[in-house]
């Protein structure tokens, strides 16, 4: 069964439209195909410090810099946790 997430992802790239990518709950499977700042070593990294309460936790991964927290921005990632 697809999930709803993965039917956003499918959805908004045969229409080209930028879609959220949650950190906090997306499957590894979204995060690679979607967020391509980060590479598999680092969505591992992300995912084994989930739930994000905000950005600043986010940046304390080893290895996702400011900039690349900006290029996930961009490419539509979000966390549900945020306000």
């Known amino acids: ?5 993965q039917l956003d992802h499918k959805d908004a790239q045969a229409n080209h439209t ?10 590894e499977d979204v ?3 979607s967020l391509s700042a980060v590479g598999p070593a680092r969505i591992e990294a992300l995912k084994l410090r989930r739930p994000f ?4 936790e986010v940046a304390r991964v080893p ?3 400011q900039t690349i927290i ?3 921005k961009k490419s539509g990632a979000g966390l549900s946790l945020e306000p």
């Open 70 to 72: 900006e290029q996930l």
């Open 1 to 5: 069964m697809t999930s709803p997430t």
């Open 63 to 65: 290895g996702i810099s």
């Open 53 to 56: 309460r905000n950005w600043e």
């Open 18 to 27: 930028p879609v959220r990518i949650d950190l906090n709950t997306a499957p």
């Open 31 to 33: 995060l690679v195909s």
